[in-house]
């Protein structure tokens, strides 16, 4: 390509440049309070021949401005997104994640002719909005990187930036300006609420508490950078005296003249030829949201003030403030407002009484997953029979719509006249509401109210498995069906086993508290019962809970509750599922009256496959069919460590191991017989006598 196509392709990127100005003051004057992002690039014609890289922004006078970011080209990754009026929000109240936006051009950082680092500015608006007030997690930093990709970056106090691995090391390459709000061992002189200069790593070459330096009196002011409140940031870098300073000041308080934190280093050793520049934040076990509202970058020059007047709102934080009385009307009217705020105070107490709960001072500490009462009595039209889904010992299920957010959930509602250990139990459900896993219903959290405790759940459309099953259902499930809920109740029990940071013991393992969603995806749920504990220490519960049919021989004689008695429950689970019968049958005759001794009567004979509900018809998996009641009969053992693990059922139904042949078990039926005498058998005792057995094994409660 000769120079003459050179300079007549140059010419016309100019004219291009000078008429996307001319548009950005235009759109500008017609003074709309849109988000807008300007662009200057003002490229010398020579430069730009020379160096034929459209991509690539050059060495020249490099400008950009976000007065909103609506319309900005960034490259995002992670929790990164821009919101609807504008905001780049880098991370929400998501924990343990990460966020990134970098403008997506390199920046060309050093003089081509000697190889230093050129001045360069910025500044931006930002604001860090805590999910709990006063507890901040972790902070935002504006970033030189030589890759937009920052590879293998962690959250919590790596900001995102670094891993433990890299952390430091010379080869990072990598410049932050970090706004942090939680305390590191490496800021052992600055408070938890600083700003720092990071050089390759986050052990700050400088760091200086929150604050700023009035003009005026030139007295140091402090900031709390989690107050949610809008502060702005310049970082300024002069290449010939080698020195960044950072300073930061309130919302719409001019730049000080003093710095707040000021280092001398040559950053030619720290900086490549080319750099991206932009932002990153993390979160840990304290989530926390940050927000950029603008932001202007410039190289060699001072980088644009923002307007702040067109910068984007941030959402509303608590309710809006009520509105003084201005002014005292005259009498009359005086007289009928006291009238109407009698009348008023008359209905607000009647009214409070018919929703009044409880709400002790430990509770507020669990404020997002406490519900109010008068929600879900709107939710619930009530709690008339007609959004009843079913009930039980512990209690009766209503459908219901949130008034606020229209989410489906639903609402069990649970006596409770004791307070005693009712502080622990609510502890454990609101970590139990951490819980995350396709196949368990997710409690969203609870209410207490004059001696009832009401649970919030996911509504599952489909209600629960024991319908689809046992008196005639309308709707029989295949086998297929059966057999993917029956994998989905297995993965569930796995996670809640060994995969979530605490072992949950669910307690109550049952087709009834399994639910089925929209597809008939199997989702264990009701964890009312439910108990945590850390992995590797010893379970601790004494009172025997759950439900006869599904309790382990040694809990009834112990009342201790393990991962094993949870197996049991399961094994009589998968019994149920395959055979449609229940692990107890009242009315029937005294060889069919536990379920377990039925189907193993069946695998004596050679003819466990017999014992499959015959609802089944033909169309079924044969090989499948049996492996179920096998592991069945495996898992219901009277023996806890004859049983498999709940990972070890999951590598068995998947079919990454092979179920061993329970020939033992032929050799242990005095195991069976044991189980068996764990309940009333229908030999010695009548069934009002297993009733009355099942009233006093669970008198213990939790």
């Not at 030139?218 to 950072?246: A, C, P």
């Not at 003093?258 to 001398?264: G, K």
């Not at 009832?452 to 996911?458: A, C, F, G, I, T």
Request: net charge neutral; glycine share 8%.
């Amino acid at each position: 390509m000769t120079l003459t196509v050179l300079y007549n392709i140059a010419r016309l990127q100019e004219s291009e440049i000078n008429k996307t100005k001319v548009g950005v003051r235009n759109w500008k004057s017609t003074e709309q309070k849109t988000q807008t992002m300007v662009y200057k690039l003002e490229l010398p014609l020579f430069v730009f021949v020379s160096l034929f890289l459209f991509t690539r922004v050059s060495s020249g006078d490099v400008s950009l401005t976000y007065n909103g970011f609506g319309s900005a080209n960034l490259s995002l990754d992670g929790l990164a997104q821009v919101t609807s009026n504008g905001l780049l929000l880098l991370t929400n109240w998501t924990e343990q994640q990460t966020g990134h936006a970098f403008y997506p051009n390199p920046v060309a950082f050093k003089n081509s002719t000697n190889g230093t680092v050129l001045s360069f500015s910025t500044t931006f608006v930002f604001a860090i909005i805590p999910r709990y007030p006063n507890l901040g997690g972790h902070g935002i930093a504006f970033v030189i990187a030589p890759t937009r990709d920052l590879p293998g970056v962690l959250p919590s106090t790596y900001l995102g930036l670094f891993n433990e691995n890299n952390n430091g090391n010379y080869s990072n390459h990598v410049l932050a300006v970090e706004l942090d709000t939680i305390f590191s061992s490496e800021f052992r002189d600055i408070n938890n609420n600083h700003a720092g200069i990071d050089i390759n790593g986050l052990e700050s070459a400088a760091a200086e508490p929150a604050g700023y330096y009035d003009n005026k009196t030139g007295r140091f002011i402090n900031l709390t950078l989690i107050s949610t409140r809008r502060m702005q940031v310049w970082v300024d870098y002069d290449g010939e005296k080698k020195r960044i300073s950072v300073t930061l000041a309130p919302f719409k308080v001019g730049k000080p003249k003093t710095p707040l934190v000021s280092l001398t280093r040559d950053l030619s050793a720290v900086l490549h030829d080319e750099m991206y520049v932009g932002f990153s934040s993390s979160t840990g076990s304290m989530s926390t949201s940050h927000y950029v509202l603008g932001w202007s970058f410039k190289l060699n020059g001072q980088a644009e003030d923002l307007d702040l007047s067109q910068l984007p709102m941030l959402p509303r934080i608590g309710g809006k403030k009520t509105s003084k009385v201005l002014t005292i009307g005259l009498p009359v009217i005086l007289i009928s407002l006291v009238s109407v705020a009698i009348s008023s105070t008359i209905y607000v107490i009647r009214r409070k009484r018919k929703f009044a709960e409880e709400l002790e001072d430990w509770e507020l500490d669990y404020g997002p997953h406490r519900f109010k009462f008068k929600d879900l009595y709107i939710a619930t039209n009530g709690f008339r029979d007609e959004e009843l889904l079913g009930s039980g010992g512990f209690g009766r299920v209503y459908k219901g719509v949130l008034p606020t957010t229209k989410i489906e959930i639903a609402v069990k509602r649970v006596s409770h006249e004791s307070r005693q250990g009712m502080r622990e139990f609510v502890a454990e459900i609101v970590s139990i509401g951490r819980l995350r896993h396709r196949n368990i219903v997710t409690l969203l959290g609870y209410c207490r109210r004059r001696g009832e405790l009401l649970l919030v759940y996911d509504c599952m459309p489909n209600g629960s498995l024991d319908k689809y099953l046992y008196d005639q259902p309308k709707v029989t499930l295949n086998w297929n069906q059966r057999f993917k809920i029956i994998k989905g109740v297995a993965a569930g029990l796995f996670y809640l086993h060994e995969e979530w940071e605490q072992v949950v013991i669910h307690r109550d393992v049952k087709a009834s508290n399994v639910l089925l969603d929209g597809e008939l995806n199997g989702r264990l749920g009701d964890f009312g019962l439910a108990r945590l504990y850390d992995h590797g220490t010893d379970p601790q519960t004494t009172h025997v809970s759950g439900t006869l049919g599904y309790l382990a021989p040694e809990h009834t004689r112990t009342g201790k509750a393990t991962t094993s008695t949870d197996v049991f429950a399961f094994g009589a689970f998968l019994l149920e599922v395959a055979c449609g019968r229940r692990p107890i049958e009242p009315r029937a005759p005294t060889e069919e009256l536990i379920l377990v001794d039925w189907v193993f009567s069946y695998w004596i004979r050679g003819e466990v496959i017999e014992a499959r509900d015959p609802n089944l018809g033909t169309d079924y998996v044969a090989e499948e069919v049996e492996m179920v009641l096998r592991l069945g009969l495996l898992c219901s053992h009277s023996d806890p460590f004859a049983r498999p693990s709940m990972r070890q059922v999951v590598q068995y139904l998947e079919g990454d191991a092979t179920l061993p042949y329970l020939s033992y078990i032929g050799r242990s039926r005095s195991g069976f017989d044991n189980f068996a005498m764990s309940y009333p058998s229908s030999s010695s005792k009548s069934y009002a006598q297993l009733s009355s057995v099942a009233a006093s094994l669970l008198s213990g409660g939790r």
